[in-house]
């Protein structure tokens, strides 16, 4: 059973400057709602009951946009919206499963990860990269599948353009299991072309072993000077650990970029 996610919110999202000099990336409305309430939303249809937001001091506006109790309240008592008095319901369920946990220095994914150390529970969590939006196919609900069947980790996979290798995460395949599933045999972080084993790229979704907070310990740093998840989940391959790949079926939108993000919202005013 896959209870728990985590959400890594600290960075800084300097790509989307200068939106985010005041303001959360997460928070930018794509489509008319908040970016991270996509993201929410696909962890409650995929069965997760906590969610740990991994924010830092600048990014308290995150906590305050679901800790804003006593402006609703007064709006709410004034105006008797009905959508202002959902849309309050609907933050009021959000805030009741989330939890949150500081990371003041942006070092990487993978030192984000090991803030949650203590809270998480079971053997296996999600993790979400609020900039990957998948739309249309609920990716980690069919990942969650996945581990219930094989018992193991699983991460989202996607064909990208040799020219963009270097921007991604890269697998390297050991075997397929279908169409859309594979065991990974490596996965390289930010390779260059040359170098790259495949095409197929880490999408912002994973399902990973509670064993990982041991490798994370003492990870040193990679590319860029980060310390990165991806070093990571390479050392438990090379332990022995299973996992999967999973060529998703949604269709897949960067938010982390001004073209991106731009596009997103044209994407879901389309559904
Ligand atoms: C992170 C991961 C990378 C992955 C990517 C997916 O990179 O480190 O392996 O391919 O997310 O979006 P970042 O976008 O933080 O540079």
């Known amino acids: ?66 800790y804003n ?31 949150f ?25 999600l993790m979400l990269l609020p900039d990957d ?7 980690s609900k069919d990942m969650i599948l996945i581990h219930n069947k094989k018992k193991c980790s699983v991460m989202a996979s996607m064909r990208v353009q040799k020219k963009t290798i270097n921007r991604w995460g890269i697998y390297s395949k050991k075997n397929n ?8 045999n490596d996965v390289v972080e930010k390779p260059d072309i040359k170098s790259a084993p495949s095409n ?14 041991k490798k994370l310990q003492n990870q040193k740093k990679g590319k860029g000077g980060e310390i990165h998840i991806t070093d990571s989940i390479r050392r438990l391959i090379k332990d022995g650990e299973t996992f999967v790949g999973h060529n998703f079926k949604g269709k897949y939108l960067d938010c982390g970029t001004i073209d991106g993000y731009i596009n997103s919202s044209i994407e879901i005013s389309k559904i």
């Open 177 to 184: 299991i279908n169409k859309n599933n594979f065991y990974i």
């Open 133 to 139: 939006l998948i739309i249309k196919r609920n990716c």
């Open 1 to 66: 059973m896959i209870r728990q996610a985590i959400i890594p919110l600290a960075g800084l999202g300097t790509r989307l400057l200068p939106l985010t000099s005041v303001y959360a990336k997460e928070l930018l409305p794509i489509n008319g709602k908040a970016g991270l309430e996509y993201i929410i939303d696909e962890c409650i249809d995929a069965g997760i009951k906590e969610i740990i937001f991994i924010i830092s001091k600048k990014k308290e506006i995150i906590r305050k946009y679901f």
């Open 200 to 213: 197929n790229a880490v999408i912002g979704r994973y399902i990973l072993p509670k064993k990982i907070f």
């Open 69 to 99: 109790d006593k402006f609703f309240k007064k709006i709410i008592k004034k105006k008797k919206d009905l959508r202002i008095i959902n849309e309050y319901k609907k933050i009021k369920k959000f805030k009741k499963m989330i939890k």
């Open 101 to 125: 946990v500081y990371q003041n220095n942006p070092k990487g994914t993978g030192d984000a990860v090991l803030k949650t150390k203590n809270l998480i529970k079971d053997k296996y969590f």
